[in-house]
């Protein structure tokens, strides 16, 4: 995302420290003197914030899943719209969620995220936050290669997009048709291989604590609220239906830039997402995501791969 305006965002009055009633709060925001506030009855915290409609990206406030936000709308090689959650306790300002909406002109890939638990306190950094995650998103979702797909050599995709040693989930496009679209499905899959599908382009929410990892939420029809998703009573045959990419073979040793074969491997029934294959249909560039959520780039045999075409 390009800064075109910095903001000036600063506390300029805030009141006791006192814990506030959360059911008591109001948070607002006052245009004419560009603050957006916080009360609980006669108490009141005010940040400096002027709303801008003209930069790339555009920067305003309104409310996102309930809660007050600061929103950042952004047109060049992504589409993007981010909502920086807002929160107040013990006399200070925070960020606790980024939600955002990402669409690639590269590859074509449509992402629906969020992720909470940030706490941030430095909220006149917000411009820098936002920034440094859209621009991994955008970094990560271009990787993925969609013109497999594209180009008929596979007849979906499925993109696996997190994993922990309980879930794993995956997004899927069922089809061209589907992918140009912009329609797709997310799967969660736990450890003891129950899958659960849901449709209609739902959004993902991780880091949040008290959900256990990552939770499925959909749109409410009412203005950016969000409620938990329903999974489709087909999840099981879906799930079966559209695999992930996987190690087919006992061990799948990668190569490095070299074609040299390295020591490490992966084993059958590994999934992971292709980043490229070479003119010659041998060579797989591959992104793998462990349990710990850790991503790993190399290179494999393309012949060691269960690829449905």
Not at 82 to 92: D, F, L, P, Q, S
């Amino acid at each position: 995302m390009n800064k075109c305006i910095l903001f000036l965002v600063s506390l300029v009055s805030v009141m006791p420290t006192a814990s506030w009633s959360a059911e008591n709060v109001v948070f607002g925001y006052d245009k004419p003197n560009s603050q957006i506030y916080v009360k609980n009855g006669n108490e009141k915290a005010t940040l400096n914030f002027e709303e801008d409609y003209t930069g790339n990206p555009a920067y305003a406030f309104d409310f996102f899943h309930g809660l007050p936000a600061i929103i950042a709308d952004s047109r060049s090689l992504h589409d993007s719209t981010t909502y920086a959650v807002i929160g107040y306790r013990e006399g200070k300002f925070s960020i606790d969620c980024l939600y955002y909406k990402v669409k690639s002109k590269q590859n074509g890939i449509l992402i629906k995220e969020g992720v909470c638990d940030l706490n941030e306190n430095n909220v006149g950094n917000y411009q820098d936050l936002i920034d440094e995650k859209i621009n991994g998103v955008e970094n990560d979702m271009d990787s993925v290669d969609t013109s497999l797909l594209l180009t008929g050599k596979v007849a979906y995709l499925s993109i696996v997009i997190y994993k922990n040693k309980g879930q794993a989930i995956y997004k899927i496009y069922k089809s061209k048709k589907s992918f140009l679209d912009d329609e797709y499905s997310i799967a969660s899959m736990n450890n003891s291989g129950l899958c659960n599908v849901y449709e209609n382009n739902p959004w993902v929410v991780f880091g949040n604590a008290s959900l256990g990892g990552a939770q499925i939420l959909k749109d409410s029809g009412e203005k950016e609220r969000l409620i938990p998703a329903t999974p489709s009573p087909n999840s099981s045959g879906m799930c079966s239906k559209y695999p992930a990419i996987n190690v087919k073979v006992q061990k799948a040793f990668l190569y490095d830039s070299d074609k040299n074969v390295k020591k490490s491997y992966l084993v059958k029934g590994d999934d992971l997402n292709i980043r490229s294959v070479s003119n010659d249909g041998k060579w797989c560039q591959i992104k793998y995501i462990n349990n710990k959520n850790k991503s790993i780039e190399s290179t494999l045999q393309c012949q060691d791969l269960a690829i449905v075409k």
